[in-house]
């Protein structure tokens, strides 16, 4: 029986019958939603069994602090086999270590002391958060405060509408056309009308009069006054506002 394991590592001490490993098990990216697991094994590389194996792992912050104690025990390890055990931690965003201590048979010990330090990362992390038209699920958040407001509950904004990253909301672009909102109207500078109904255009004659003009009006772009091809029409309420997109026209 091994008299002589040191408590140096496994990789520096060929005198210790078994190494001491620790594996993450939910992949490389620990987030803050969800739980960080790890697997702790202590493997018996003679051809003989081992008794009465113990393995601690306890996990430190940065500050030193202790923040969980995970064990595995097996009373016998067979000639190249394993003890081992895995378990689920919910840690905060910060830098973390392990500790590991492992004692078998007559009294070896293996330690391994910072030993595989990691990090959890926050949830609006870029290697945590889901990106712009993936659906979060497992209780990810969206990238940069994005909405869940994309087909199918992706992270996003409606069709016709983009991201402002500096207001943090979705403002409208593209193919839109008009809102309700007189200063978000001016600031999107196609339709004017106060109202998008027909009713209000044909009663303001607003189409009937401006269909020649050069001034800004309901319909899409027409160089040189050539026939149009779209018009603005009520298109979605979002936000409590009632927004216009360009819809596809003939003119006889």
Known sequence: MDNNCNGLTDDEDDACDAEVSLTVTNGNNLCNYQSQSFTINLRNRENVGIWEVSVTDRIYDSNNNLEYTGNAHCENVIANGI?????????????????????????????????????????????????????????????????????????????????????????????????????ERNDIGKCLAQELTITFLLNNLFVNNQYNSNILDCFSPRPNQENPTQTCCPYITYDNKNYGEYQNIEVY
């Open 83 to 183: 003890c081992s055990n895995s378990y689920n931690v919910n840690l905060d965003t910060g830098s973390y270590y392990h500790n590991v201590a492992a004692t078998y048979g007559n009294n070896e010990q293996i330690t391994k002391n910072n030993y595989n330090a990691f990090a959890v990362l926050s949830n609006d992390n870029i290697a945590c958060c889901a990106d712009e038209g993936e659906v979060p699920t497992g209780g990810r958040i969206c990238c940069d405060g994005r909405p869940t407001e994309g087909a199918n509950g992706a992270c996003g904004c409606p069709s016709g509408f983009t991201f402002s990253t500096d207001l943090g909301k979705c403002i409208p672009g593209g193919e839109i056309c008009w809102s309700s909102d007189a200063n």
